[in-house]
């Protein structure tokens, strides 16, 4: 058979990675930690419960709103007082005392209107506020002062009256299990007098980075070297589908991998591997991790790929048991470690976790350019929107061209059996 027809489908290594991660996920996600009152009003700190998803559903200890309170800056009135309000005959009404906010006002004298702000709580006994400005006079009488105020329409009950429980009641469940803790998700618990959630703990992601070329950020490069982009790349690219991520950087050394391997925590759910994958001399991922499957997807970036179980038989310092991990191997180029995620990983992940959506915003426009693609692959080229809304390239299609990727929004996929797209072609692409 020829080489190039013995490649894998992208969809087929996709489902093989979901196939192979699936039940490792699974189990991380039966972990249950409690987060309390502290940890979500912290939680703009990220770390604790930026990456959560609540583990059972939560009910709101308080309604929300938490009392009947008012939308705006106006005057609390009964609306039947104003039933015969006409611009010719206005209805008149004196001022009551001034509602501040963070107090119980006292009940709304009949026949009176009681200035109010917005969010502080209706006198019992109104049931409609009017906007100052369709007062007359338009703007409040200073407090203490004895004033009277005027409307010329009427106005509907409960119009601008912000109910108590409208957003949710007490008792009513205010976040469902499942659901990924966002900003929003946390924002409502503290607002809803919750103190304590149980949450799933992400998915512990063991990421190593290989080569002996390879330096950290910050440290002063030497001949050859290069800081370790995928590194920093990855761990982005998992945190943000809600993985917790322990980073290493190896050197092309077998029982180096090894040692970071056989020390790995015992919660991890997977490890991702970038490099030492392809036909190099010292391809350490492959020469190490002789089990798993090494082949090409009929991809490009992303060709040369690595999938299996490594299980890890040695004792080491902190444990006597051999232990089994899903590892999945990216190949080192930068543009094709993030496309490889994009393609194999991130939907997989995104619908364990549920911290994004599965799939990424898709769109099919026109070309601006002509472009070439290697007929037996799927390739996936980056790309921006013009404003005429069609697809501009965004660089070349090389492996290496990081800067590039990071200038694209969109990634552009030419399929499989096409060679070439002139200008105008329609081309599918995802949001990236
Ligand atoms: N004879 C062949 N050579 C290559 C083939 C092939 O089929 N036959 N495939 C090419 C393709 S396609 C790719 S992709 C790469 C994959 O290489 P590896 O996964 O073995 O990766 P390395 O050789 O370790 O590195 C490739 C490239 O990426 C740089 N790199 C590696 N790690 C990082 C990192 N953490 N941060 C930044 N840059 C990194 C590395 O320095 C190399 O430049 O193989 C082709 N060769
Ligand atoms: O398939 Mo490699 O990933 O192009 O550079």
Redesign the pocket.
């Known amino acids: 058979m020829h080489a190039q027809s013995r490649r894998r489908p992208v969809d087929v290594h996709r489902e093989a990675v979901r196939t192979l991660i699936g039940p490792a996920l699974a189990g991380a996600r039966g972990v249950e930690t409690r987060l309390v009152a502290e940890d979500l009003a912290t939680a703009g700190a990220g770390a604790t419960v930026g990456s959560r998803v609540v583990a059972s559903g939560v009910l709101a200890a308080i309604d929300l709103p938490g009392f009947d309170n008012s939308q705006m800056d106006g005057y609390a009135v009964r609306a039947v007082e104003l039933a015969g309000a006409t611009p010719s005959d206005p209805v008149e009404l004196p001022v009551a005392a001034p509602v501040p906010a963070g107090t119980q006002p006292p009940p709304l004298a009949p026949g009176t209107a009681a200035p109010v702000m917005t969010g502080a709580p209706i006198p019992h006994g109104a049931d409609a506020v009017i906007r100052i400005e369709e007062a007359d006079p338009p703007a409040f009488p200073e407090p203490g002062a004895t004033a009277t105020v005027r409307f010329s329409a009427p106005v509907a009950p409960g119009t601008f009256v912000r109910r108590a429980g409208s957003d949710v009641a007490a008792g009513d469940v205010v976040v469902p299990a499942g659901t990924w803790l966002g900003p929003a998700q946390v924002g409502v618990l503290v607002a809803s007098g919750v103190s304590e959630v149980e949450v799933a703990e992400p998915p512990h992601v063991l990421l190593i ?3 002996s ?2 330096v950290e950020a910050g440290e002063p490069l030497g001949p050859g070297q ?1 800081y ?4 920093a790349a990855l761990t982005a690219a998992l945190a943000e589908v809600g993985c917790r991520v322990t980073h290493r950087v190896v050197p092309d050394d077998p029982a180096a991998l090894r040692g970071v391997l056989a020390e790995a925590p015992d919660d991890v759910a997977l490890v991702v591997t ?7 001399a010292y ?1 350490v991922v492959r020469q190490t991790l002789t089990d798993a499957w090494f082949g090409h997807v009929a991809v490009q ?1 992303g ?2 790929q690595g999938l299996g179980t490594i299980t890890l038989g040695e004792a080491s310092a902190s444990r006597s048991a051999p232990r089994a991990f899903p590892l999945v191997a990216f ?4 543009v ?1 470690a993030l496309i490889s995620f994009e393609l194999f990983l991130r939907p997989v992940l995104a619908e364990a976790t549920g911290a994004v959506p599965a799939h990424r915003a898709r769109g099919r426009a026109p070309l601006a350019d002509a472009i070439d693609s290697p007929e037996h692959l799927h390739q996936v080229r980056r790309g921006r929107l013009g404003a005429d809304g069609r697809v501009e390239m965004v660089g070349g299609p090389g ?2 061209l990081l800067a590039h990727l990071a200038m694209a929004t969109l990634l552009v996929h030419v399929p499989p059996g096409v060679g070439h797209l002139d200008t105008g072609d329609d081309v599918d692409y995802w949001e990236i």
Not at 331 to 334: A, E, I, K, R
Request: net charge negative.
């Open positions: 980075s290989t080569g070329e390879l290069l370790d982009a995928n590194g970038s490099g030492g994958v392809s036909a190099g391809e970036p060709g040369p190949p080192g180029n930068p094709s492996s290496h």
